[in-house]
């Protein structure tokens, strides 16, 4: 919640590649980013206790966060690593 004051989101992605690829290029540059993964199917908490999984799989998404002082250099980075076309 609080990294919408002071984080910048450059990412999200759902494949763990792709997360892994960007988040070594990051540390690489030397900048600190955070990770936020969260199952894309659920709402909130109480959906699953409501109805129970029926069979569905979870898909999870994360979103990359850096710092707003960072955040243009992050997005440089992102968007010129190759086969990003999903980012």
């Known amino acids: 919640m609080l990294e919408r004051f002071f984080k910048s989101q450059i ?3 759902s494949d763990s590649y ?3 690829c960007i ?3 990051l540390a690489a540059a030397g900048i600190k980013f ?7 199917n659920r709402r909130n908490a109480f959906d699953q206790a409501r109805i129970g999984t029926l069979g569905i799989k979870p898909k999870y998404i994360t979103e990359i966060f850096v710092d707003k002082e960072n955040a243009d250099m992050a997005f440089h980075i992102v968007h010129t690593l190759p086969n990003q076309e999903n980012f």
Do not use: F, P, R
């Open 11 to 13: 990412a999200t992605v």
């Open 18 to 20: 792709q997360c892994n």
């Open 23 to 25: 988040t070594d290029a």
């Open 34 to 40: 955070y990770c936020k993964t969260k199952d894309a």
